[in-house]
């Protein structure tokens, strides 16, 4: 396999089964976004790896479950430990295969870590519903099984971390598949805490499409844990069907911010510009339509237009590179589709971006689009990249019709000095989880996922946590 650069981290990428590394008869490459070339090859789990990982994981899952759930706790701590102790190896690796700038792995390294010890603090202690003359009744939450934890490609080590912690805390054995974009990170991560899970606890498997609908089919697999786009949660959701498998799918965002007239433009055009942008745009959670008042909307473009044109785009381990590559050539031409057909948008104006950079690799300058209303493609859909339409609007109940009109409803945020008022206003947005004066970032101690055509179920929080479980109601008949 060509190995070279992931070599020099002392790195040979393997699939981790039950605990125990192994190579795969076949691989396949992994893309460089910066350059558009493959840097390396990685395994490609087979039928009988993909057998071997669920039998070990339900052979082990009733061992595991007995265990103590404080002592399940030290175990993903440990595991955390593990992944911090690695912490810039594992970014790295991130920046080689994703193109996110090495700060934003690190700190992507960072929050995964936090996020395993955040879902850890949820109570899963039976609950007494009713105690009385006819009885005490509690509720007990009992694990599924085998989960399979499937990530996507744009944030691969933050959006698992949580999900293989939820799943071993409540007493479910878990297989991670990463996506086949950027599996090498995941794989790194199985190899650095392949010692510290019992055996047939946790596996990782790469691979391409037909290892995650293997898993989504499989009648050994108790549940799927998805985050992707909403076509292929769609897909998930097909292949489980006929199992009745448990779901949570963490799913695509069309998330809408309203900039109220009472703002300090130039203070909050950065985190506007940030909210959208962030990781080239590729952010289910990012800003994706912004609604500003009419009265401060000219100064509002013009700001977030300059931002743009001074944002430094660039291979991510160049020095003061601030975003990188949009992550994989189907991503790149469907952000262009979006541009080009922006361009033939009566009255609308690309004021900044429009263009893919001059150079190898998926570099889209990041563009701001304004003077374009609902109906139109960019408006509608998710374009899943550096570009953002600017929408003007006159009263807060025309915004917050508009933001709702979307088949989309996961995340959304009101920018004020107002907080009371922004309050109020956030509460109205048909999302998920909605912010006030912020957008992107949550800690998994709370719950989110989206409404709608967003996802079904939650990550996080007791919500999300206990959806790793079923519900047992214990009747106990009054004997005294």
């Not at 955390?80 to 295969?97: G, H, Q, Y």
């Not at 498997?205 to 089919?217: K, V």
Request: charged share 25%; hydrophobic share 40%.
């Amino acid at each position: 396999m060509k190995t070279d650069n992931v070599r020099t981290l002392g790195f040979i990428p393997l699939q981790l089964i039950g605990g125990k590394l192994e190579h795969s008869p076949n691989s396949f490459a992994v893309i460089d976004p910066s350059t558009g070339e493959s840097f390396a090859e990685c395994p490609n789990a087979s039928k009988s790896q993909i057998e071997e990982a669920i039998g070990q994981a339900r052979a082990a899952q009733p061992k595991w479950a007995a265990i103590d759930a404080t002592k399940r706790r030290d175990y993903v701590t440990r595991f955390a430990e593990r992944v911090l102790e690695n912490k810039e190896a594992i970014a790295r690796l991130i920046t080689m295969e994703q193109g996110k700038p090495l700060a934003a792995s690190l700190g992507e390294v960072q929050r995964a870590a936090d996020s395993m010890l955040e879902v850890c603090t949820i109570s899963i202690e039976p609950e007494v519903l009713r105690e009385d003359e006819r009885g005490r009744v509690e509720l007990h939450y009992k694990p599924l099984g085998v989960i399979a934890a499937i990530t996507p490609w744009n944030v691969p080590i933050a959006l698992a971390a949580p999900k293989i912690a939820a799943a071993l805390y409540t007493g479910n054995t878990v297989i991670l598949k990463p996506s086949s974009n950027t599996p090498f990170s995941s794989l790194f991560m199985a190899k650095v805490t392949a010692n510290i899970l019992p055996e047939g606890v946790f596996s990782v498997l790469a691979g391409g499409g037909s290892l995650g609908q293997l898993l989504c089919e499989h009648p050994d697999i108790a549940k799927v844990n998805f985050t992707g786009s909403v076509p292929t949660g769609k897909r998930v959701m097909a292949s489980a069907a006929s199992t009745l498998k448990r779901l949570t799918l963490e799913l695509g965002g069309n998330d809408a911010a309203i900039v109220l007239d009472d703002v300090d433009v130039e203070e909050i055009a950065p985190k506007l510009f940030f909210g959208a942008f962030g990781l080239a745009g590729q952010v289910c959670m990012a800003i994706k339509r912004l609604y500003v008042h009419e009265s401060i909307y000219d100064r509002m473009v013009e700001a977030l237009s300059r931002i743009a044109k001074e944002t430094v785009l660039g291979n991510g381990f160049e020095e003061g590179v601030q975003m990188g590559p949009v992550q994989n050539k189907q991503q790149f031409d469907e952000v262009m589709a979006f541009i080009e057909d922006t361009k033939n948008v009566p009255g609308a104006r690309i004021t900044a971006g429009g263009y893919a950079l001059d150079r190898p690799g998926y570099f889209i300058a990041p563009t701001v689009v304004a003077d374009i209303k609902e109906g139109t493609r960019l408006v509608d859909e998710e374009p899943f990249g550096p570009i953002l339409p600017v929408l003007s609007f006159k009263t807060v109940d025309e915004a917050v019709e508009r933001a709702n009109n979307s088949e989309f409803g996961l995340g959304g945020s009101v920018w004020t000095r107002d907080i009371k008022r922004g309050a109020e206003i956030a509460a109205r947005l048909e999302a998920g989880f909605t912010w006030v004066n912020h957008h992107v970032g949550t800690t998994r101690d709370l719950p989110f996922g989206g409404i709608k055509e967003s996802g079904i179920g939650r990550n996080g929080g007791e919500i999300g946590v206990k959806s790793d479980m079923e519900a047992q109601v214990v009747f106990i008949p009054d004997i005294s």
